[in-house]
């Protein structure tokens, strides 16, 4: 696996925060641009990013590790 791909399965969009977690989105942008949930925009486009860390210390953080909530494997 290059060290680009590698990189790229470490992290989350916010499309795919919001499936894993049943919101929209918009609401996982929020999170992020409040600093609730910790992640970064790429240069150029300002799509927002997340760490599986990131993502996974939310989830602990927020009490939301329950049953059916898919916790970000590494």
């Not at 989350?12 to 049943?22: D, N, P, Y």
């Not at 929209?24 to 760490?51: F, H, M, N, Q």
Request: proline share 5%.
């Amino acid at each position: 696996m290059s060290r680009v791909a590698k990189q790229n399965s470490q992290v989350l969009s916010t499309g795919t925060i919001a499936r894993l977690l049943h919101v929209c989105p918009r609401t996982v942008a929020k999170w992020i641009d409040s600093g609730k949930l910790a992640g970064y925009r790429l240069p150029g486009s300002g799509d927002r990013r997340v760490t599986k860390t990131a993502y996974n210390e939310f989830l602990e953080k927020e009490g939301l590790l329950k049953p059916g909530l898919p916790f970000a494997t590494m």
